[in-house]
C-alpha cells in the first residue's frame, strides 16, 4: 500500500512561489504525479516523475515553472511553484502508481493512490 499526504498549500499573490510536499508511507519507490482541481473544473495533470526520479513530465500550462522532485531520505516528493498566476488555483493532489507510462502519464485514472488534497490560492 501506498499512502501520500500533502501539504504547503496557501493563499500567495500572483508572482509569488510555494512549493508542496507530499509525504509518502508504504511502498515509497513509486513513480508519483501531482494533479490540481479548480471548482467545476476535471482533475488535470501537473507534474509527474518516474521512481528514479531521473525523468520528469509537465503539463504545458506549467512548464518552466514548477519543479517535481524527490527526496528519498524524506520519502517526500515536492512541486515547487514559482511565477504562480491566478489560473493556478485550485486543489493540488498528490498520486502513485505503480508503474508509469509515458503514454499515460497525463491520465488520472492510472494513479492508483491519492492524498487528501491541499489548496493553493493565487490573489491577483
Known amino acids: 500500500q501506498v499512502q501520500p499526504v500533502e501539504s504547503g498549500g496557501g493563499l500567495v499573490q500572483t508572482g509569488d512561489s510555494l512549493r508542496l510536499s507530499c509525504l509518502v508511507s508504504?511502498?515509497?519507490?513509486?513513480?508519483m504525479g501531482w494533479f490540481r482541481q479548480a471548482p467545476g473544473k476535471e482533475r488535470e495533470f501537473v507534474a509527474a516523475?518516474?521512481?528514479?526520479?531521473?525523468?520528469?513530465y509537465y503539463a504545458d500550462s506549467v512548464k518552466g515553472r514548477f519543479t517535481i522532485s524527490r527526496d528519498y531520505a524524506k520519502n517526500t516528493v515536492f512541486l515547487q511553484m514559482n511565477s504562480l498566476k491566478p489560473e493556478d488555483t485550485a486543489v493540488y493532489y498528490c498520486?502513485?502508481?505503480?508503474?508509469?507510462?509515458?503514454?499515460?502519464?497525463?491520465?488520472?485514472?492510472?494513479?492508483?493512490?491519492w492524498g487528501q488534497g491541499t489548496q493553493v490560492t493565487v490573489s491577483s
Open positions: 498520486a502513485a502508481r505503480a508503474v508509469l507510462d509515458p503514454d499515460t502519464v497525463y491520465d488520472p485514472a492510472r494513479y492508483g493512490y
Open positions: 508504504g511502498r515509497t519507490y513509486y513513480p
Open positions: 516523475t518516474t521512481w528514479s526520479g531521473e525523468t520528469t
